[in-house]
């Protein structure tokens, strides 16, 4: 249960029915390092309810993001959010059992210590790393190496290599670079627009000199052949704080891109959109994932009916026209041309 339950620190997704008559529930305060599957888990000695009504109710198009400090109503069976204006229950004090530390495939880890004190902040811990998928736009914010030291056709582990640099005034000494090629090109699922193209992962650098035309720069790491004419860009450091942020409009978009390229998109795995800063996506935004609904085959009516929300997933960076998002939690597969949409309160 480990891996499951860290993932979703700060995705708690309820279900917003109107109480029973005379229920007295119990009130619990969300606290930070509270997770889904540990409130259904002790309350309704079931970690599996949450994602699978989650999945499936057509009323939870627009589910609650619960902040630490917020109250939960426990039912006989089911939890509800305690609106802010309702009267409240007399509240349960309960202890919370220490969330388990995990790392899920060395990648994401909750940020430890977890307080038992109500928080005004969520964050979490995610991973750096490469690139993946580079926007039509970014392309022209991209250096390359030109020439080596040598003749040797392939460059590995500690050559120098020269550099081309598109903005080589804001080039200095030490900064870190990852290294990539180019791969197939990317299409939006919908207007077939260019979006921009794949991207392996050949390595890292770190720039050493710079000189009036070109910068110098010392391979740090080689995980594939890096060849003349293999592109650089600014390597995204690892193991940055996210703090989790509201949304400020409501704007929808498409997946676009995987980062390593796969057919089937599951949890922990960073994909690309097409909401970028100029849509209003910032980092730590929180994204819907979904599919349109097909009708069952007894349907009485030609209607749209709502979507089946597949996913969420923490937007990690944000560039004009796209964006990196983490994949939190996954109730079904999950695939480039599913749509995307903010959290909105």
């Not at 949450?50 to 999945?55: E, G, K």
């Not at 030291?149 to 640099?165: H, K, Q, W």
């Not at 000199?209 to 594939?224: N, P, Y």
Request: include cysteine; aromatic fraction near 6%; charged fraction near 20%.
């Amino acid at each position: 249960m480990t891996l499951r339950k860290s993932f979703l620190l700060a995705c708690i997704l309820l279900l917003p029915l109107t109480a029973i008559a005379g229920q007295n529930p119990q009130i619990y305060t969300i606290k930070k390092g509270d997770t889904l599957w540990g409130i259904s888990e002790q309350f309704l000695k079931d970690p599996y309810y949450w994602p699978n009504l989650w999945s499936n109710n057509p009323e939870l198009l627009n589910p609650h993001f619960i902040y630490p400090g917020q109250k939960l109503a426990i039912y006989d069976g089911r939890i509800e959010i305690v609106p802010a204006e309702a009267p409240q229950a007399e509240e349960v004090v309960t202890e919370q059992p220490a969330t388990e530390s995990a790392e899920v495939a060395e990648e994401l880890e909750v940020v430890e210590p977890l307080p038992t004190e109500v928080q005004e902040e969520i964050t979490i811990k995610i991973p750096g790393g490469g690139i993946g998928f580079l926007g039509v736009d970014d392309l022209n914010s991209v250096g390359r190496i030109i020439d080596a030291t040598d003749n040797r056709l392939i460059l590995g582990t500690g050559d120098t290599a020269f550099l081309e640099m598109d903005k080589l005034g804001a080039t200095y000494p030490g900064t870190r670079l990852s290294i990539f090629s180019l791969g197939d090109k990317v299409y939006h699922p919908v207007s077939k627009k260019l979006m921009g193209y794949q991207v392996y992962e050949l390595g890292t650098m770190e720039i050493v000199d710079v000189h009036s035309e070109v910068a110098s720069g010392r391979i740090v790491t080689a995980l594939r052949e890096i060849l003349r004419g293999s592109l650089v860009a600014p390597y995204i450091i690892g193991d940055p704080v996210i703090s989790l942020k509201r949304a400020q409009s409501a704007v929808s978009g498409y997946l676009v891109a995987t980062q390593r390229g796969q057919s089937t998109i599951g949890q922990f795995d960073v994909v690309f959109t097409d909401l970028g800063s100029n849509a209003g996506v910032e980092v730590g935004n929180l994204l819907h994932i979904s599919r349109p609904r097909k009708a069952s085959t007894a349907s009485l009516a030609d209607l749209k009916l709502p979507d089946i929300l597949v996913g969420e997933g923490l937007v990690l960076s944000a560039s004009a026209q796209s964006s990196a998002v983490l994949v939190l939690k996954a109730v079904d597969t999950i695939d480039v041309g599913d749509r995307v949409s903010t959290f909105m309160e």
